[in-house]
């Protein structure tokens, strides 16, 4: 197994492996030596390097950076990787990815992947062996990967203590616009329009309460890997800004024109939706 | 002591002045008899009552419902409070309880007041004696209301382990509507928007991840104590889901115009800024 990138995600992946002994050895390749150094301190990893063609070695090779760095990385990387090899990837967009790895040579065999966790810091200092823990772990198979492909994707899913889930790249990328992406920006333009209002009224910031700390919190998030996801995914994007836009549009509306029973209705549904989503509920059966 | 209302806001107040042993005696008020047998249990007030006019003993008087139980419950209120008593409240607008305030009798010294700090759980099971510690307790005392009274009431929120502020209450509304109202209808607006994406898509909570929970955690605040706010600070919050707008709307354009790199000063400046807003730093001098 080789890892491509030691962050929070290819980070907390190797530990996990490691943590769970669910494979021989877990090789670690990163830009920066450092990266490797700690990443082997703190026993993520078995071996390390810098080198690209460590991954010849690998009969599961995972890359672990940002979208756009998957996608240049991967005309390199193709040559390298050995006959049969399973390639996975865990960005945050699928379409483009899908697209880029179908044009991989015929003997490696590709299953794109998105790990539903996070945090909004990065880095390596805040991978966790348990990241992955009761987490839904997208797969995006291709047409042309082969169902045993899939079906060793899907154990290493369950092997850190995700639940596997296939899914259409397209369907991925719309559906993440809306769980992911349109939070991210809401917690943009929030903190942007605290910025402007705190300019005019310097005790802006004397008063914002947990609310907003929760509601901005994403605001704080990776910028590298974050605007890699907005630009490959900007079609679904504007178009899950055109709904929220409506929806706040329509409370501004009631608000302004005083429809106290309608606001309450909407305000109740979305109370009693969003308790419901995030109510501890049995592991979903593999 | 008495204090009116013992949800989350007062029964917390209620507890932190016992624990802190902070006055004599607190006399709890609410409406149904097995809120004040709870309070009593938990040991959060000395005597309780569902009669209002248990206010004519008490020195201070602090009222903790929604806004617009406040308004409502000060023409029955006026002719029971003793004279020089110091009346304060919890509202989470201001703007209408100073106006309604300033008409009181004489004799009666209010001073409005707003803490900020919350949870989006109510009722007096969710209160907690630490729930004003080192939050910042916004006062807007009125021309009206004496010296002696504002430092008295700057002393009741030192008390409980708060950082008093003087505000005026027009300036605190303004200020309101962005850090505290703005968030609350980005979460509800969010939270309608995954709801109708979900209707179509039933995948979409399954891939809903940690960010989607915190930025739609607001949505599940008390209906009743929002909808207050929302219709006794409209003017206010209309103008801060218009900022908000034009935020977005110059987000979004530059997304589809491809214009990364102002995309990624705005994205770099706020992650800046929301770090260094929340960073833990000393409390403030009272």
């Known amino acids: 197994m080789a890892v491509v990138g030691l962050g929070l995600m290819g980070g907390s992946l190797a530990a996990a492996l490691k943590a769970r002994q669910a494979c021989a050895t877990v090789t670690g390749i990163a830009r920066r030596p450092a990266t490797i150094e700690a990443a082997s301190?703190?026993?993520?990893?078995?071996?390390?390097?810098?080198?690209?063609?460590?991954?010849?070695?690998?009969?599961?090779?995972?890359?672990?950076?940002?979208?756009?760095?998957?996608?240049?990385?991967?005309?390199d990387l193709a040559p390298l990787l050995p006959p049969g090899c399973l390639l996975m990837d865990l960005g945050s967009t699928k379409g483009r990815i899908a697209q880029a790895m179908n044009a991989?040579?015929?003997?490696?065999?590709?299953?794109?992947a998105h790990?539903?966790?996070?945090?909004?810091?990065a880095g390596l200092e805040a991978a966790d062996p348990d990241l992955y823990?009761?987490?839904?772990?997208?797969?995006?198979?291709?047409?042309?990967?082969?169902?045993?492909?899939?079906?060793?994707?899907?154990?290493?899913?369950?092997?850190v203590g995700a639940v596997p889930r296939r899914l259409d790249p397209r369907r991925h990328d719309r559906l993440v616009a809306v769980g992911s992406h349109l939070p991210y920006l809401l917690a943009l333009g929030l903190v942007?329009?605290?910025?402007?209002?705190?300019?005019?009224?310097?005790?802006?910031?004397?008063?914002?309460?947990?609310g907003f700390r929760d509601t901005s919190r994403l605001a704080a998030s990776d910028v590298q890997m974050m605007l890699d996801v907005l630009m490959t995914n900007s079609t679904a994007i504007a178009e899950a800004i055109d709904r929220f836009r409506e929806q706040l549009e329509g409370v501004e509306r009631l608000l302004v024109a005083g429809d106290e029973a309608e606001l309450q209705r909407?305000?109740?549904?979305?109370?009693?939706?969003?308790?419901?989503?995030?109510?501890?509920?049995?592991?979903?059966a593999p």
Chains 1, 2 share one sequence.
């Open 41 to 75: 301190r703190l026993g993520y990893i078995d071996h390390g390097t810098t080198d690209l063609a460590a991954v010849a070695e690998a009969d599961i090779v995972i890359l672990a950076t940002p979208v756009r760095t998957i996608l240049s990385t991967l005309p």
């Open 133 to 159: 823990e009761g987490k839904t772990f997208v797969l995006t198979p291709l047409l042309r990967t082969p169902p045993a492909a899939v079906a060793r994707a899907e154990e290493l899913a369950r092997a």
């Open 104 to 112: 991989l040579p015929e003997q490696v065999h590709p299953c794109p």
């Open 266 to 284: 909407i305000m109740q549904a979305a109370a009693i939706r969003r308790s419901a989503a995030f109510r501890p509920r049995l592991q979903q």
């Open 115 to 121: 790990p539903m966790c996070g945090k909004e810091v």
């Open 192 to 210: 942007a329009t605290a910025e402007e209002v705190g300019r005019e009224d310097c005790l802006l910031w004397d008063v914002v309460a947990s």
